[in-house]
């Protein structure tokens, strides 16, 4: 069974990185399944400027979706990790298990509410002709995926919380791997045994890893932990604070998703090459998201355990340490993706119309990392803390106040996707500034009265 080590008196670099890393590599295995689709639907013969188009507008919705009931990992590990800091965990051994089966409970409930509306949903993204049609039979396709993708991130909250990214990795790595053989193999098919399916393939492949990813963690949570998958009732006491945070975090990411709704919006309404361009750009934007989350992560696990443990010193110095290796990884990015500028466009189409508008705004995509890294990290810490409310009211204020009012603006503008990047920019900026300045206004007075 895991063993759970305890922190040194102060976290150290190698502690921080032994559970970022793991968790920066299973972190973007949603977005690596976009991109996969991305990159080889961008790639075919027919029709596949229309084809990148409705795998970019689906995938908006579904990370939607995901982010909004998928907040169950953050919820769980804060409290789990809370628990462990105070050496209570056997108090909460059973809510895993209830939390799970109350999120996969929504998550079909959310399939046959969407399923037979997807038409006029997508018509919502201002998709039309064969856009629409393409995104709706994609769509029709990895909607059954969800409850599977759901189950997989519930698990991932309860062993982050446990202190351990190491067998999430694990999982991450497979589903990653089996989706890129499985859409080479459905989106082009193999002569003479396999059909070549297009999109709905690459539907097809994203379900089956999935799944994949679902059974390895059932295998790896009933294995290595002493967390058990069995509902059993009544419902522990830590429900209610769970629910609380789960729906202010529903909240924040109907707030965060009304925001790349509007980003979607403006870019289909442009015209396909817009909305392509902004396909490559968007979901290049999450990879570094996701990227730059595995110290999110880090920051998500060691906040809530030290707060368990009242080291309110530790979490000051473990925020310091985090700013300074989050805007180290952002420059990383920043830095890898201008020197490869102009080889990861092509790597997603060869059509000159969409890569020239790609690259006229990717330069902004890349800017804005180091910016993301402080927003997503205290973004992570601040989940760790279990405070969700206030992480709810930064989002509803950045979003309303901030981006929609610079995005309204830069249409009327022209600006088009210079302008929906500038939006997005400013944007990061209202979350992020505000969780630092409660943080540090929060955790210095604590600490100095320890």
């Known amino acids: 069974m895991l063993r759970i080590s305890p922190l040194s008196a102060r976290i150290t670099l190698k502690q921080i990185n032994k559970l970022a890393i793991p968790a920066l590599i299973s972190g973007i295995s949603e977005p690596i399944l976009s991109l996969t ?65 109350i999120i996969t409970s929504l998550s079909f ?19 039309s002709d064969l856009i629409l049609n393409y995104s709706v039979d994609y769509y029709h396709i990895r909607v059954f995926g969800f409850p599977f993708t759901l189950f997989t ?26 989706n890129i053989f499985l859409d080479i193999i459905l989106v082009y098919g193999i002569e003479g045994y396999v059909p070549a399916m297009h999109i709905k393939g690459a539907a097809y492949a994203s379900v089956m890893a999935q799944i994949i990813m679902a059974a390895l963690s059932v295998y790896y ?12 009732f009544p419902f522990n006491p830590e429900i209610k604070r769970f629910a ?6 529903f909240i924040r990411t109907i707030a965060l998703n009304i925001a790349l709704y509007f980003g979607t919006s403006f870019a289909t309404k442009y015209g396909p090459t817009f909305i392509a361009a902004y396909t490559i750009a968007i979901n ?82 890349l800017a804005m990392q180091p910016l993301c890294a402080l927003a997503f990290i205290f973004d992570g ?12 009211n930064v989002l509803l204020f950045s979003t309303l106040l901030v981006f929609i009012p610079v995005i309204l603006i830069a249409d009327h503008l022209g600006y088009k996707l210079y302008g929906i990047f500038t939006a997005f920019t400013l944007w990061i900026i209202a979350r992020g500034l505000p969780l630092i300045i409660k943080f540090r206004k929060t955790f210095k007075s604590l600490a100095q009265n320890t």
């Open 37 to 101: 689709d991305a990159a080889i639907i961008g790639n075919i013969d027919l029709n596949a400027t229309e084809s990148l188009a409705a795998v970019g507008i689906v995938t908006t919705f579904l990370s939607m979706l995901i982010w909004v009931l998928g907040q169950t990992r953050s919820a769980i590990s804060s409290i789990v990790s809370q628990y462990l800091g105070a050496d209570k965990l056997s108090e909460v051994k059973n809510l895993p298990a209830q939390a799970i089966f």
């Open 109 to 127: 409930l959310i399939i046959l509410v969407t399923y037979p509306f997807a038409p006029q949903i997508f018509k919502l993204y201002n998709a």
């Open 153 to 178: 991130i519930a698990v991932f909250g309860t062993f982050r919380g446990l202190q351990n990214t190491f067998h999430p990795m694990l999982i991450a790595i497979a589903g990653a791997i089996a």
């Open 221 to 232: 949570i009933l294995t290595k932990t002493d967390i058990p998958l069995l509902v059993k």
């Open 244 to 249: 609380l945070m789960i729906v202010n975090l």
């Open 284 to 365: 290049l934007w999450f990879l570094g998201a996701f990227l730059i989350d595995g110290y999110a992560s880090a920051g998500n696990i060691l906040s809530g355990k030290l707060l368990g443990g009242r080291e309110y010193k530790d979490l000051i110095d473990l925020s310091n340490k985090l700013i300074r290796y989050g805007i180290t990884i952002g420059l990383i990015i920043a830095v890898i993706g201008t020197v490869l500028y102009n080889p990861i466009g092509n790597l997603f189409t060869d059509e000159k119309e969409v890569l020239d508008e790609f690259y006229k705004v990717f330069w902004i995509v």
């Open 381 to 392: 810490v601040f989940k760790g803390l279990g405070k969700m409310q206030y992480l709810r």
